[in-house]
């Protein structure tokens, strides 16, 4: 194995995913495991639990990782260069493809998730949401693979009916409203999911994750979370471009990788489980200056001001996202790290 290179934070992060998820890691020992985006956020982090997993136990996983682009893969994984147990597929997987390989787990990840994209691309937006679904669901349906796990999003709630959200919550989304590009097709996904489940018997499970930050993710994607933490970075005085009372629920990433991978090797197939943290609800004005009071020594201040003419940002009518996790919980699931030290351990992973 190459020595490891990692940030000693995200280092941290896998030491606490594989001795807190609660599932039994050898199941994926020898194992094939397909994950889709896997440059992303969120999809790298269950990339690095497989390598890790490999590093620590020599459970001999081989990692086939799907993206869009090549070099993008190159960069992320720059310090795993040369790994024999990771594989880069370049694929886009809203269109047509195929893999030589038969997977024994797939992960569908792969999204526009910012909402940047809904508006500029909303047809790149549902197309992996909905033909990359299908096409994946065809590839562990061939090959016979042993669980299948999709990303879908707290956003198919739309305006959910309840406070804290739980999975039956059902609100309303706006199929010609173009930010629905985004929350119609994730919820096209999850019943393509359970159409194959029940015709086909392929063993699909869904995760619906709330807000989630962390090491790796990306801090121009024009969400308002990760503009707050790049202002940090960038000792700028954070800039507020509402007035900031909607309330968002915020998981660290490494709780939330835990929650994915208890899904996938415990959950039930055909159902779907809320991933988030309703004890770290926060409203962005009371977030924003949680962050400057983090950093006292750089004499941060929290404003406000309006969008700029052209800003592509489609803002959420959503007022306020709140999860319960009682499905997730009683898997045996559920999120550990605060909100102060998640965002502060963000920020310093950048350093």
Known sequence: MPPMTRHPIETADMAAIVAGAGVDWNRLAGQTVCISGASGFLPSYMVETLLYLNETRRLGIRVLAMVRNRAGFERRYAHHAGRADLVCIEQDVGRPFTLAEKPDYIIHAASQASPKYFASDPVGTLSANTLGTAALLELARAGASKGFLFFSSSEVYGTASREPTGEADYGVVDPTNVRASYAESKRMGENMCVSWQHQFGVPATIVRPFHTYG????????RVFADFVACILQGRDIALKSDGLATR??????DAVAGFWKVLLDGVPGQAYNIGNPEAEISMRALGQLLVGLYPEKGLTLSYVERPPGD????????????????AAALGWRPATPLADGFRRTIESYL
């Open 312 to 327: 592509q940002y489609v803002a959420s009518a959503v007022a306020r996202g709140c999860p319960d996790i009682a499905k």
């Open 215 to 222: 090491p790796r993710m990306l801090l121009d994607d024009g």
């Open 249 to 254: 629920s915020f998981c660290y990433s490494a």
